[in-house]
């Protein structure tokens, strides 16, 4: 038989709250990055990438490393997120919009290219529902080195092959480019687009490629990327 103190323990670790998201891990003591189930309010319990710095931890909603993972995806999939969370992977846009709601959030954006260069940028950004067709609403402040490539347009609601919600009246970026993203009109980003292992000769292959306009231009397909996001005011003691 088990000693009662360590059964009480054992149904006190059964019932105790899943963490909001990875920062609240952070601030139960994990130190180690890598995949832990969170339950954000009014949420199913679901699984996600936690990135551990040394301030604090960071919830991974994208990545790409290898082309591994085709995202060249539907409404669907973008909703509920698809790929291997250890690897290439879209976390869900439900998932995202469930863990902004209660309190404000930053949105980190780091780019890599092909020779080893890297650049960041940040926003306090906020997420709408599927009604409002997951609507980004870039808040500032912005930081990093890297310059905007999201255009002027504070709101920009996602856009798919299936669901054409972008700015440019007479084409749907999605599918003139590939895959599902925030787009304005189809030439500032897209880091959702196909994954080139090297650059191709056509243009417009080059342009259905991850892009950000402002770093290395729309026909440089970038290596790897990385979106993640974090509370904007970060909590000292837990």
């Not at 920062?23 to 199913?44: K, T």
Request: proline share 4%; hydrophobic share 35%.
């Amino acid at each position: 038989f088990l000693p009662s103190a360590l059964i009480r323990e054992n149904v006190w670790k059964l019932h105790r709250p899943l963490p909001l998201d990875c920062q609240q891990l952070f601030l139960a003591g994990e130190r180690s990055s890598g995949v832990f189930q969170i339950q954000p309010l009014g949420s199913q319990p679901f699984k996600v990438y936690c990135d551990m710095t040394a301030e604090g931890s960071w919830t991974v909603i994208q990545r790409r490393l290898d082309g591994s993972v085709d995202f060249d995806q539907l409404w669907e999939a973008y909703r509920n997120g698809f790929g291997d969370l250890s690897g290439d992977f879209w976390l869900g846009l439900e998932k995202v919009y469930h863990i902004v709601q209660e309190r404000s959030y930053n949105l980190s954006i780091e780019l890599q290219d092909w020779e080893g260069n890297s650049q960041l940028i940040q926003f306090l950004f906020s997420l709408g529902g599927e009604n409002t067709a997951y609507t980004l609403s870039l808040l500032g402040p912005v930081s990093g080195e890297l310059e905007n490539a999201l255009g002027d347009f504070r709101q920009l609601p996602f856009s798919t092959r299936d669901q054409d919600n972008d700015f440019k009246a007479d084409t749907n970026c999605a599918k003139h480019l590939s895959g599902g993203w925030w787009f304005s009109t189809c030439g500032h980003a897209n880091l959702n687009g196909k994954y080139f292992r090297s650059i191709p000769r056509q243009r417009h292959e080059r342009k259905q490629g991850i892009f950000w306009k402002t770093w290395k231009g729309r026909y440089y397909p970038l290596k790897s990327t990385t979106l993640k996001i974090r509370p904007a005011e970060l909590e000292t003691e837990s």
